[in-house]
């Protein structure tokens, strides 16, 4: 199909969805679980963007620029790239912000990076069904995964469900990132790495995430 060699071919991937069966989808390219279940280590490690397919998602090339430019230098660069992510997710382009988490976690551990906490924060609210980034109340705490039988839909026409299920299953597969930024000097941080443990999908041997199909 034109979209595996189009890293532009999102409107063919919504021709897939509108006019075809999701199940059909699941486990292969388009479903973002089983794209973010495929991303190397080392990919996440060196922030590789060129792995991630951002084209196959809504808003994806846009929320690449604002994710590279989260890590500048400059801390008004960094707040606007925040703004601009914080936006997308508010606009419900949740499956290109998914392909995020594993980036946002990183940025967010590294203690040299400016908006820590609020970095933090934004990769727990991509794992949330939250309408945007903001720290929820007690009783949301823990409202973080849809049941099996409740589907949502983006206004791009993707599972939403599976967006905030590849968030949660990036969280698990990097917990270990998140864990000792429960001891952080900053409290803020501190808050935002418990919110975000509350959002992992479970243990990390019992993964959710499908394979990848051929």
Not at 9 to 15: D, N
Request: net charge negative.
């Amino acid at each position: 199909m034109a979209w595996q060699k189009d890293h532009l071919a999102y409107p063919a991937v919504v021709q897939a969805f509108l006019h075809g069966d999701p199940q059909d989808h699941q486990g292969g390219p388009l479903d973002v679980r089983a794209v973010m279940a495929s991303l190397p280590q080392r990919a996440k490690d060196t922030f590789e963007y060129d792995h991630v397919p951002w084209g196959r998602f809504s808003r994806g090339p846009e929320t690449r620029a604002d994710l590279e430019h989260l890590r500048d230098d400059d801390a008004e660069t960094a707040r606007r790239a925040l703004r601009g992510l914080q936006g997308e997710l508010a606009t419900s382009a949740r499956s290109a912000c998914a392909l995020t988490v594993p980036f946002l976690l990183r940025i967010g551990a590294d203690t040299h990076a400016h908006l820590r906490a609020d970095i933090l924060v934004l990769a727990s609210e991509i794992a949330r069904q939250t309408r945007g980034p903001a720290m929820c109340t007690r009783m949301e705490l823990l409202r973080v995964a849809y049941a099996d039988d409740k589907w949502i839909i983006e206004p791009s026409v993707y599972p939403g469900h599976w967006s905030i299920q590849a968030a949660r299953d990036s969280i698990t597969a990097d917990a270990d990132l998140v864990i000792p930024l429960l001891a952080a000097p900053d409290p803020q941080v501190r808050c935002a790495a418990a919110y975000i443990l509350a959002a992992a999908s479970g243990a990390r041997t019992t993964s959710s995430v499908p394979c990848m199909r051929a």
